[in-house]
């Protein structure tokens, strides 16, 4: 089997599944974020009418965490927010995040950084970037909320049909200043937007295994944008040493890989020896072009940060090249780092002066810039480049205006430059 189905197979009950079959597999974590409010009134109908108390089956599997809209940018989103918090505490709920500069953040950071997601789980989350958690080595995929009130009621997840897996072998030495955004838009570039469609992403090969936890989580991140329903990492002696040393977990954690015979539907081959910084250009994630194809673009605003790009490591890779330098005339440069934990620990590192000196505009943790809901959205017919993880019309608040995805080396190196630049040419 897959690890695929290996998971939902043990989550079932059953020996063995096989892509095709439809299973009703235990939940071992639900996580939503402020769309925990219409989750609320879905799981509340399923009660209305009945004798029965309205109790979600294991509030310690519940995850809640604020991040799309923080702080609170209106009335409703406020009222949502304190409805929220008055269900988590009527059901007991401990695995909520609230908006605090130390233990709140982006869900898909914060599941991993305080050891929720374990190799192994199934994960379920009303937000389609869930598929983040299988760096970790999980099955995770995104639901939505009439889906989520049951799994809250019954801690079961309803006819799901077993996925094919294909299975993506990237091998060879990343060269200087090309990271694992850059692997993951070539590979969505390659398949196409389509092109793993209910289908599950499962990573291999010498670059995969020399990669931290954080660069896999970017590439399992953006499997939604491949359409595929999960991405999954086999867990190693990596994912070991993340939950161990960055995520505190005490337990024994049990490994989980594929089969040698497991079957996949079929096999993408990447060497990135010779691959160059990448670009997803307007106003589809998969029209992917090298870096050089749109230098010179003329930019407005930039940002780093989010689920996909917002770690320490990511950070670290902007500062180390904005160091000394500052932000063009006339661009914005937007810094959202992806919890509170990454952001002190970016201050303590001097990472944060490092970026601020420059001229960029630190953000707090949150969904905000990726959204263009409250936070930098953009005017008419300006033109973005974000390491966020959509490009499509409407994104950052505009569907008149034009979002460019990339690296956070390839963000920076164009701050400087106030127009789409190659890191291995430019920011020096």
């Known amino acids: ?35 925990a409010a219409l989750v609320i009134n879905q799981f509340n109908e399923i009660y209305q009418g009945t004798m029965l108390p309205a109790h979600v089956w294991d509030p310690s599997r519940i995850a809640i ?16 927010q304190r409805k929220v918090r008055q269900f988590v505490t009527a059901q007991g709920i401990g695995k909520f995040h609230e908006i605090r500069g130390d233990e709140g953040g982006i869900c898909h950071q914060i599941l991993p950084e305080n050891g929720y997601v374990r190799p ?28 989520m009130a049951s799994v809250w009621a019954l ?30 838009l070539h590979l ?30 970017t590439l399992c991140n953006m499997a939604v944008e491949a359409g595929a329903t999960s991405g999954i ?6 994912t070991l040493r993340y939950l161990k040393e960055e995520a505190g977990v005490k337990e024994r954690i049990a490994m989980l890989d594929a089969d040698a015979d497991a079957v996949y539907e079929r ?22 072009k090298p870096v050089s194809a749109v230098a010179g673009k003329k930019l407005d605003q930039i940002v780093i940060g989010s689920c996909t790009n917002g770690r320490f490591d ?52 949150g969904c905000g810039c990726c959204l263009g809901i409250h936070q930098g959205a953009l005017a008419d017919t300006e033109v973005a480049l974000t390491t966020t993880n959509r490009n499509f019309k409407g994104r950052m608040g505009n569907p008149n205006a034009e979002v460019y995805l990339c690296s956070p080396a390839t963000a920076a190196a164009s701050a400087i430059t106030g127009q789409i630049t190659n890191p291995q040419k430019g920011g020096k």
């Not at 063009?328 to 201050?347: C, D, E, H, K, T």
Request: charged letters at 20%.
């Open 233 to 238: 990492v086999p867990a190693d002696a990596e």
């Open 314 to 365: 990511d950070l670290e890779i902007a500062a180390k090249i904005l160091r000394g330098k500052k932000v063009a005339r006339n661009v914005r440069l937007l810094i959202f780092p992806a919890s509170g934990r990454i952001y002190q620990r970016a201050m303590e590192a001097g990472i944060i002066q490092t970026l601020a000196r420059s001229g960029a505009v630190i953000m707090n943790s």
């Open 1 to 35: 089997m897959t690890i695929a189905e290996k998971i939902l197979a043990r989550a079932a009950g059953l020996p063995s599944v096989k892509a095709g079959d439809v299973v009703e597999p235990k939940v071992d974590l639900a996580m939503s974020h402020e769309n």
């Open 267 to 288: 096999t993408v081959e990447i060497d990135v020896t010779k691959l160059v910084p990448q670009v997803a250009c307007p106003h589809t994630v998969d029209n992917v």
């Open 120 to 147: 192994g789980a199934l994960v379920l989350g009303t937000d389609s970037h869930t598929t983040s958690h299988g760096a970790l080595g999980t099955f995770a995929m995104g639901i939505g909320a009439t889906e």
């Open 188 to 217: 969505i570039g390659k398949i196409t937007a389509n092109g793993a469609s209910f289908k599950v992403l499962e990573f291999h090969g010498s670059t995969i295994r020399r990669m931290s936890v954080s660069e896999r989580l």
């Open 155 to 184: 801690g079961v997840a309803l006819n799901v049909e077993v996925p094919a897996t294909i299975k993506v072998n990237i091998k060879g030495k990343l060269p200087s200043r090309v990271y694992a955004k850059d692997i993951i």
């Open 65 to 80: 965490i604020f991040d799309h809209r923080v702080p609170a940018e209106s009335w409703k989103t406020a009222n949502n």
